[in-house]
């Protein structure tokens, strides 16, 4: 057993879980700094790919994605150590909170910590949004797929599992098999 790489999953993704607050895309930026920048476990591509099918996945985005990482890089022991990790500090904030709830309720100070706390969540997510468009958006198709996706995420009740698979399909058909046609064609015409 890898006792280090153990212990590095389970640091790195406690971290993650302790300072991310707003869950979901709020821990991405969190988590590309961790995981690319400092432990260089993954790419930028890969944790797009990562992202794009833990957030396709019943769950949450962070423990999919620890669970997914934890695996890739240590088994099955890898993806437990990193699903406690990311899970733990939620855990004993919750508790604290729940045992402390009576005296914080009504609290103006801890009202105001929260509503700063959504404002830095918000500025998080577009700076993670902002991220991933730059290095997975690279052309006028695309862009377009972008634009629908973010079209149907504002102003329908459409959930997202739909439109991520919705853009699977459609990037398998018009990224794989038409360029492939068109060779196909071109080929045929070359012949003649």
Do not use: C
């Amino acid at each position: 057993m890898n006792w280090k790489l153990f212990r590095e999953l389970f640091t790195s993704w406690f971290k993650i879980g302790l300072f991310t607050f707003g869950g979901g895309y709020a821990m991405l930026p969190l988590i590309e700094k961790e995981v690319i920048d400092r432990r260089q476990w993954s790419t930028q591509e890969e944790i797009l790919d990562i992202f794009a099918l833990s957030q396709s996945l019943p769950g949450a985005i962070a423990i999919n994605s620890a669970i997914f990482l934890g695996y890739r890089l240590g088994g099955v022991s890898g993806a437990v150590v990193s699903a406690v990790g990311v899970v733990l500090p939620s855990l004993l904030v919750i508790l604290a909170i729940a045992v402390s709830f009576a005296k914080l309720k009504g609290s103006e100070s801890v009202m105001a910590a929260f509503a700063g706390i959504r404002a830095a969540v918000a500025g998080l997510v577009a700076a993670a949004a902002v991220r991933i468009a730059r290095s997975s958006v690279r052309n006028l198709t695309a862009v377009g797929f972008a634009a629908v996706s973010l079209g149907i995420s504002l102003f329908t009740e459409i959930h997202a599992a739909w439109v991520i698979l919705v853009g699977a399909l459609a990037g398998i058909v018009i990224f794989y098999f038409l360029p492939r046609k068109k060779g196909a064609l071109e080929a045929g015409e070359d012949k003649s």
